[in-house]
């Protein structure tokens, strides 16, 4: 019986031919958003795997939003319940960085012969950098856009075909859109959730969150001013109600409301959920600034987790293929995001002809230029500081709190909440 197994193994080895069990390896995969992404995922990991019949992707319970995804991989950081990836909000890289959570993946793009060709430029490498650690691969990247309601605009008395360019344009025409009354709304600025559409603000007046060295909070500043007395008059004279993330997408798809604000992720389930009920237009989002204003990058990154060899090589292979060419031809098309890989972008085999045959999703891509970095706030504290700027832009929506009351406050809260140097 030992001699018969011993031939059998030889022979195992010399043909090649071995059990699943053994071939396969099983890559635990958690992810954000499934309201985005879980069409993504699956078209995404099914392809992987046709090419890749050894390895499976087996996906986790996703989070429902950023926050919540880094808020789980922090419990479950070094258990047995700890996925062997996940895709992180960009603004939450940092975390993972500064507690030596997940792989480096710096020594295995330097062993790579090919990542430029693979359309991996540094710029693009750069979104999920955290100091001289590459954190992760992005894999999902956005900007905030202008979607409106043309039938709206035009009742309103405004040219569909011209869009607001600036804050005082898009607030009196969302006031004048209010003003037909039939519960109509003028704006939904998506302020819920997490600081990125505040920073889009913020960066768009030329802003920072805090000072170069990181010791004190600089959006209290004339910027950050701005940005909150914008908020209060999108409430005061923009026709802004007070309306949940899910409200407000509810009724924006319902055509009674004219203009919304949020990123373009959204753009694929905005698309369908309108359908034929009204003509849908986008456009750039204004700058309070014009000449020095910028946006913030959002979106997230894949990352490794795992420390077992043996599933390091199967992860890196499907942290390039969901953030490569083929993953971003998927992205684009199947949420809104803009273009994370540059081959993507350029190749008429992905993405290369999407663009003309897809106008609502030209607002985003061009606007990419002005991208910048979601800013990650250090320390331990980053969800606290991002909720305590969200409660207080929550006070101005309320019209509980003057924009300096409410800024004054945020400053406060956030430089008791910033690590002590």
Not at 118 to 133: E, P, W
Not at 339 to 356: I, M, Q, V
Not at 366 to 371: A, R, V
Request: proline residues 6%; charged residues 20%.
């Amino acid at each position: 019986m030992k001699r018969l197994s011993r031939t059998l193994a030889a022979l195992t080895l010399a043909t090649g031919i071995c059990s699943p069990a053994f071939a396969d390896t099983t890559l635990n995969v958690h992810y954000p958003m499934p309201g985005f992404f879980k069409d993504v995922m699956a078209d995404i990991s099914t392809k992987f795997m046709e090419e890749n019949p050894g390895i499976t992707v087996n996906f986790v319970s996703p989070s429902a939003t950023y926050e919540e995804g880094i808020q789980t991989i922090m419990r479950q950081s070094g258990t047995s319940e700890m996925p062997d990836m996940t895709f992180t909000g960009l603004n939450r890289l940092r975390i993972l960085a500064e507690r030596n959570i997940g792989m480096d993946m710096k020594p295995l793009i330097d062993a790579e012969a090919d990542m430029k060709a693979q359309g991996f430029t540094d710029q693009i490498l750069s979104l999920a950098q955290v100091g001289n650690r590459q954190v992760g691969l992005a894999f999902a990247t956005s900007n905030p856009i202008m979607y409106y309601n043309a039938d709206l605009v035009q009742a309103a008395g405004g040219n569909p075909d011209n869009p607001p360019q600036t804050w005082d344009e898009l607030i009196e025409l969302g006031g004048k859109i209010k003003a037909l009354g039939d519960s109509n709304e003028g704006i939904d600025f998506r302020w819920q959730g997490d600081d990125w559409m505040f920073s889009a603000l913020l960066f768009g007046a030329g802003g920072a969150m805090l000072s170069e060295d990181e010791k004190k909070v600089a959006f209290d500043g004339p910027e950050g001013l701005a940005a909150f007395k914008l908020i209060d008059r999108m409430v005061k004279e923009g026709g802004m109600p007070v309306l949940t993330k899910a409200a407000g997408e509810q009724a924006f798809a319902a055509g009674k409301v004219g203009f919304s604000l949020q990123s373009t992720g959204g753009l694929r389930n905005t698309i369908k959920n309108v359908g034929d009920k009204f003509d849908l237009r986008t456009a750039k989002i204004p700058l309070i600034n014009a000449e020095t204003g910028r946006l913030p990058t959002g979106g997230n990154a894949v990352v490794i987790l795992t420390q077992d060899p043996d599933k390091v090589d199967a992860a890196w292979k499907f942290a390039k293929f969901a953030a490569g060419p083929y993953g971003a031809s998927v992205v684009v098309p199947g949420t809104g995001y803009v273009p994370n890989n540059e081959l993507a972008a350029k190749s008429d085999e992905y993405l290369g002809k999407f663009y003309n045959e897809n106008p609502l999703f030209n607002a985003g891509l061009s606007q990419m230029s002005l991208m910048v970095p979601w800013y990650a706030f250090p320390g331990s504290n980053g969800v606290k500081v991002t909720q305590t700027i969200v409660d207080n832009l929550s006070r101005v929506v309320e019209q509980s709190a003057t924009p300096e009351e409410a800024l004054g406050d945020a400053s406060k809260e956030v430089q008791r909440l910033l690590p002590r140097k």
